[in-house]
């Protein structure tokens, strides 16, 4: 080959060569190009989505704001509380409401006079009350007492009692008990009078062993009783007499414990159902003592254990009926209250015995306080508080009210007696006086 064509040779695959390289530049431009191409794309989508992103967050939180602006600008709403459903109050619960707020409102010295029973003479001075005159409604005024009782000469005719008692009622600022002794037999001051049949004594009911019949006993003496305008009947008698006993005699249901506490709690119901307070009579028990109070001290020997087998049942009985009062007798027991003070003024009687181990809450009353076993040892005033203190809530015909009156009054005075004390017995009083209003 000669030089002109190798040089020609040569120069091809120069110009092959070149070429060549052109075109692979060509190529890796348009490489370059597709790729940044590519990468100014992606870039592109992902700024966007940055900025969309950022969008989405900015709008976020200004929808944050414009959420808590909203709530702060509109009212709290405040949940109503869930109510309790309100507890059904019971008839107990008002007649409690009824006794306080009556008693909250009641002057200390009419605090005091409510807690005597007495006679209309001893209030007015009067011989002989068989009406209720402006003496009467003057005394009652300036001493609004608990209760009156009336005996067979302040009964003379059906409308004059029932004009008497009706007045005195209508006079007091507060309810008054209207009390009648009215056992049936020898102890009956209405039917005594001719004004009512008379059911007989009650050892002929308690003969016959059976409470029906001490129950109807109890319903004919509350109802013409009630209809007279009398509220509490002095009876039945719970004593257990023994064969000596002269005291009380036909007027007990008998000699059996087990007898006497039936037929009690039958006339308890006959005379409480037909609107009478029935008033146990004469605690602890005296059917075995010989001597009366009315005269002197009495005094027995029984021990405790011996009153719970013969005289305590019966009490019992009367108390688990529902009585309303329970009456504590004069009588001395030494056996138990350990000195001779007598029942009706002793703490280990009224407290202790009939308050705590039979479980009494009713109203408990003296027996009458113008007896000798009282008179001839205690001074007005010095019984009715002693009875006070000893847990009696009622005193029963003291022989000088306005003593035993002042006695009270100054002894709350003087702090001897609390008149948390004095309210305490006011609230038996009268739960037992307003009861009538919610049944």
Do not use: W
């Amino acid at each position: 080959m000669s030089k002109q064509e190798l040089y020609d040779n040569e120069t091809d695959r120069r110009e092959y060569r070149r070429a060549r390289r052109k075109r692979n530049q060509l190529i890796a431009i348009i490489v370059v190009i597709v790729v940044g191409l590519a990468l100014v794309a992606g870039g592109i989508l992902g700024v966007t989505q940055l900025m969309k992103q950022l969008n989405d967050k900015k709008h976020t939180e200004e929808l944050q704001a414009q959420l808590a602006e909203l709530a702060d600008s509109e009212p709290a709403v405040v949940e109503a509380p869930v109510e309790e459903e309100p507890q059904e109050l019971t008839s107990d619960d008002y007649l409690n409401q009824i006794a306080d707020s009556c008693i909250a409102e009641m002057s200390l010295e009419n605090k005091v006079a409510g807690l005597f029973m007495v006679t209309p003479e001893a209030l007015t001075g009067v011989d002989t009350v068989i009406q209720a005159g402006d003496t009467t409604k003057q005394k009652l005024s300036e001493y609004p007492v608990g209760g009156l009782v009336y005996f067979s000469k302040n009964i003379k005719s059906a409308d004059q009692l029932k004009e008497m008692l009706d007045t005195t009622r209508n006079t007091m600022i507060y309810p008054v008990f209207l009390a009648v002794d009215e056992e049936g037999g020898s102890v009956s001051r209405v039917a005594g009078a001719g004004l009512a049949d008379d059911v007989g004594d009650m050892s002929e009911i308690g003969s016959t062993c059976d409470p029906e019949k001490a129950k109807e006993a109890g319903t004919t003496i509350g109802t013409y009783l009630s209809q007279f305008g009398f509220n509490v009947d002095f009876a039945p008698v719970a004593d257990v007499v023994s064969a000596e006993n002269a005291v009380i005699g036909n007027r007990s249901f008998g000699s059996d414990p087990n007898v006497v506490g039936t037929m009690v709690a039958a006339e308890v119901q006959g005379l409480q159902e037909s609107g009478v307070s029935a008033c146990l009579k004469h605690f602890p028990g005296i059917g075995d003592t010989t001597t009366d109070t009315h005269d002197e001290k009495a005094v027995s020997e029984k021990t405790l254990e011996d009153m719970q087998q013969t005289d305590l049942p019966a009490f019992q009985s009367g108390i688990d009926a529902g009585a309303d009062f329970v009456m504590v007798s004069h009588m001395s027991l030494p056996n138990v209250v350990g000195d001779d003070t007598p029942c009706s003024l002793s703490g280990a009687v009224i407290s202790d015995l009939l308050r705590n181990q039979l479980g009494y809450n009713g109203i408990v009353i003296t027996d009458a306080l113008d007896m000798s076993a009282i008179t001839d040892s205690y001074s007005s005033a010095e019984a009715a508080v002693k009875a006070i203190e000893a847990g009696a809530d009622m005193l029963l015909m003291p022989e000088n009210f306005e003593e035993a009156y002042q006695g009270v009054l100054d002894a709350v005075q003087n702090g001897t007696i609390s008149e948390d004390r004095i309210n305490e017995s006011l609230k038996r009083i009268y739960r037992v006086k307003y009861r009538d209003r919610i049944e």
